[in-house]
């Protein structure tokens, strides 16, 4: 009983610390790395990806931070991408290791900007529509599609095969749901990258499906508050809007491994192939990366997962198993 009064509070000091941010993107193989954390004092590069200040979670479905992370600043760099394109999320630790989270459901929105480049688009007042959302494994399993990420696999994304061209945001999301067992457990991890959508699509969400965040999730919601997280056989539903319906099967997720909604199908095959030609940045005051529309993915499949052992339950975080051991001997 000793042990156990004393190891809890250190679990739950490594789950304060063991934190992340998105650390790369890719759009058919092609990598953007991002910054690490704003206000540290280190060298910064040109990214497409919006730099936060903190590697701790959003807590709370109304925070501002929501829309695309906390402190999150424009980013200097705009890609091109075209319909059909496959994103890659690289997610890290803060300090570069493994992302330390399996528990809960990985999606993906889109902001249209309209005539305004995606590097001026403000997060908090644009409206998002999914275009993917990725959960358990399989209806009912205890093991997530982001335990992948756990073990260094990239969320893998589509653009929908039918999207009009214009400037886009995109927000890739992290619900971490190992402390939803209670009401405002839910951690999210939102992240923002800067886009130019080429082609000659027409696809796009109508009014409906259109979203503030914050202001499509509450606390309440049943894929946020969640006390039945870890029992076996438990659906879970995810939050948010559905996946618009224009994006059909024309796009989702390619990671190979999670109960998917793209549209109004399932999504659960991998992508291989050779990586495109390096892009150029243009210097502008809006810079924007040219690549190759020619390019398939040589992006990571999403596929196997943390595993769970007799001793601790699955959603432990590495961090959190080698405290324990480290307080046990």
Request: proline share 6%; glycine share 14%; with cysteine.
């Amino acid at each position: 009983m000793k042990r156990t009064g004393t190891l809890l509070p250190l679990l739950f000091a490594a789950s304060t610390y063991a934190h992340g941010i998105l650390h790369a993107m890719t759009i058919n193989g092609q990598n953007y790395p991002g910054n690490g954390l704003s206000g540290n004092g280190g060298t910064t590069i040109d990214s497409i990806i919006r730099q936060v200040s903190a590697q701790d979670p959003v807590k709370g479905a109304s925070n501002t931070a929501l829309s695309c992370g906390t402190g999150s600043q424009p980013a200097t760099l705009i890609a091109t991408a075209n319909p059909g394109d496959t994103l890659g999320f690289n997610w890290k630790g803060a300090g570069g290791g493994n992302w330390p989270h399996n528990t809960g459901p990985m999606l993906t929105y889109l902001a249209s900007c309209g005539s305004t480049t995606s590097d001026k688009c403000d997060g908090q007042s644009a409206k998002w529509f999914k275009i993917d959302q990725v959960g358990q494994v399989s209806p009912g399993s205890t093991t997530w599609a982001q335990a992948a990420v756990m073990t260094g696999s990239l969320a893998m994304v589509k653009l929908p095969s039918n999207l009009a061209p214009g400037n886009y945001l995109v927000r890739h999301e992290i619900i971490s749901l190992q402390l939803a067992v209670s009401m405002g457990g839910a951690e999210f991890y939102p992240a923002c990258s800067q886009i130019k959508v080429g082609g000659s699509g027409t696809g796009v969400p109508s009014a409906s499906e259109l979203v503030s965040l914050p202001g499509a999730y509450s606390d309440s919601d049943p894929g946020i508050y969640d006390p039945n997280v870890y029992n076996a056989g438990s659906s879970y539903t995810f939050p948010g809007p559905p996946v618009a319906a224009f994006v059909g099967s024309g796009g989702g997720s390619t990671s190979g491994n999670g109960t998917t909604t793209s549209g109004n199908g399932t999504t659960t095959s991998t992508t291989t192939g050779s990586a495109p030609t390096k892009p150029t940045a243009t210097k502008s005051k809006s810079c924007k990366l040219r690549q190759t529309k020619s390019a398939s993915s040589s992006a990571l499949s999403a596929t196997g997962a943390a595993n769970a052992t007799d001793l601790y339950p699955r959603h432990f975080s590495r961090i959190m198993r080698k405290v324990v051991a480290r307080r046990s001997i």
